[in-house]
């Protein structure tokens, strides 16, 4: 992995997004370009379920390497790495966007994060996040963790 890149960052305000009869989804333009960009170089990207945060994360191949790695290798154990990473791993598929901007996502990793037919996608800094489609909510009404972080990068 090249660090001397300029990091790709996925950022902006989520939309809702219906899947199609295939689970695909049609990708917002400000992120399909990342994507596609890292496609090129590596002939895909990483879609990664997080059941118990009912989520899904879509990174470039080098996003993944970023995030996954460093937590793989702080396992110090041998025997317990390659367990925690046969495991990490079975929770990771790698798709392609294909030339419409479409991004199949795997059924039972959508069932496992309760989703149907409707997602909301949203640029989460170094992925993209996928979550079942929320009612509408105003972005600027913020819990009080978020108003506590908004407040450290000031003070």
């Not at 994507?35 to 989520?55: G, I, N, W």
């Not at 996003?63 to 925690?84: C, H, M, S, T, Y």
Request: some cysteine.
């Amino acid at each position: 992995m090249d660090f001397a890149k300029k990091p790709e960052l996925f950022v902006g305000k989520a939309c809702i997004r219906t899947l199609d009869d295939k689970n695909r989804i049609s990708l917002p333009a400000r992120f399909r370009t990342q994507l596609e960009r890292s496609q090129k170089e590596y002939d895909t990207v990483y879609v990664f379920c997080a059941p118990h945060r009912k989520e899904l994360n879509i990174y470039t191949y080098d996003g993944w390497l970023e995030f996954a790695q460093p937590k793989i290798d702080a396992v110090e154990n041998p025997k317990d790495r390659i367990a925690f990473s046969n495991r990490i791993y079975s929770l990771l598929d790698d798709q392609t966007v294909d030339s419409q901007g479409r991004l199949k996502l795997d059924k039972d990793f959508l069932k496992a994060i309760g989703v149907d037919r409707t997602v909301q996608i949203s640029g989460n800094g170094r992925n993209l996040l996928i979550t079942a489609a929320k009612e509408e909510t105003n972005p600027f009404d913020i819990d009080e963790k978020t108003a506590d972080f908004i407040d450290s990068l000031y003070f």
